[in-house]
C-alpha cells in the first residue's frame, strides 16, 4: 500500500450497525487495528440514524437484520440524505431477496458474516474508496438482476447508449475498481471532471449509482484489465 492509500484508509470514518454486541466489538478491534477511524456504533435502526446522522462517517457498515427500521430501510434514508455515504452491509444471510433488497436500497455491496477477516477488512477499505464489493457468488446473482432491470429499461430506446470515446474510457476504469481520483490522475483530467463524466454516463443509460455503472460495465464486457 503506497503512502497515500495508507492516509486516505486511516482518515476513513467507520460506523458499525450490528444488534449483536460480540460482532460491533470484535470487527471494531479488528478495523481499529487497521488504522479505520470507528467513529460511531448502532445496535438498531433508531440508533443507526440518529448516530450517523451525528457523525457523518464515510462507511457505515450495515446489518440487514436490526430492529426497526431494518438495514435497508436505514441504507436508503441515509444515502438519500447523504449521497457521499457508503453503505457496506455484512449479513449473515446470503439470500438472493436479501442481497437484491440491499442493493436497491443504495448499498455499495453486500458480505457475507462467515467471509474471513481479511475479506471483511479488505471489503471496508475497498468501499471507502468508492468500489462495489461481493461476496463471491453473490456478485453473479446482482448482475443476473441488473442485466434484466437493464434490459427492461432500455428495450424501447437505444439513444441512451451513444456514450462517447472519453466517457467510455472513464467507464472501462470504474469497472477495474479505480477510486474517481485514480481515474482522474491516470486521464490528467481533474477529480470534478470525472464526476462529470459518470453523471452524464448514468443519465443516459438510466442507472442510478457507482454500483449499478459498474455491475453494466461488466456485462458489457468493460472490465478486462487489459482494456
Same mark, same amino acid.
Given at each position: 500500500?503506497? #503512502? ?22 470484535? %470487527? ?6 487497521? +488504522? ?16 450517523? !446522522? ?9 446489518? %440487514? ?14 444515502? *438519500? &440524505? ?8 455484512? =449479513?449473515?444471510? #446470503? ?9 436497491? $436500497?443504495?448499498?455499495? +455491496?453486500?458480505?457475507?458474516? =462467515?467471509? =474471513? ?5 479488505? #471489503? ?20 443476473? &438482476?441488473?442485466?434484466?432491470?437493464? *434490459?427492461?429499461? *432500455? ?9 462517447? =470515446? !472519453? ?9 477495474? #475498481? ?17 464526476? *462529470? ?7 443516459? %443509460?438510466? %442507472? ?8 453494466? $460495465? ?10
Amino acid at each position: 500500500m503506497t #503512502g497515500h492509500a495508507a492516509a486516505a484508509e486511516r482518515s476513513s470514518r467507520i460506523m458499525l450497525v450490528d444488534d449483536h454486541p460480540m460482532w460491533i466489538d470484535a %470487527l471494531s478491534e479488528d478495523l481499529a487495528d487497521e +488504522g479505520f477511524d470507528i467513529v460511531a456504533v448502532a445496535k438498531n435502526g433508531s440508533e443507526c440514524l440518529a448516530r450517523a !446522522r451525528a457523525t457523518r462517517p464515510d462507511v457505515v457498515v450495515m446489518d %440487514l437484520q436490526i430492529p426497526d427500521p431494518d438495514g435497508a430501510t436505514c441504507t436508503e434514508i441515509l444515502v *438519500n &440524505e447523504f449521497p457521499a455515504l457508503h453503505v457496506l452491509v455484512m =449479513s449473515a444471510s #446470503g439470500e438472493r431477496v436479501d442481497v437484491l433488497r440491499a442493493m436497491k $436500497a443504495g448499498a455499495k +455491496g453486500y458480505l457475507v458474516k =462467515s467471509a =474471513s477477516k481479511s475479506e471483511l477488512i479488505d #471489503g471496508v477499505r475497498r468501499t471507502a474508496a468508492g468500489d462495489a464489493v461481493f461476496t463471491p457468488g453473490l456478485a453473479g446473482l446482482v448482475l443476473g &438482476e441488473f442485466r434484466r432491470m437493464v *434490459n427492461e429499461a *432500455n428495450s424501447h430506446d437505444e439513444a441512451e447508449h451513444a456514450l462517447t =470515446s !472519453r466517457e467510455i474510457e472513464v467507464l472501462r476504469r470504474v469497472a477495474k #475498481g479505480m477510486a474517481y481520483r485514480e481515474i482522474a490522475d491516470e486521464l490528467f483530467v481533474s477529480h470534478r471532471t470525472i464526476q *462529470n463524466h459518470v453523471q452524464n454516463v448514468l443519465k443516459k %443509460l438510466q %442507472l442510478h449509482n457507482r454500483v449499478e455503472l459498474t455491475l453494466y $460495465a461488466i456485462d458489457q464486457g468493460l472490465h478486462d484489465p487489459s482494456a
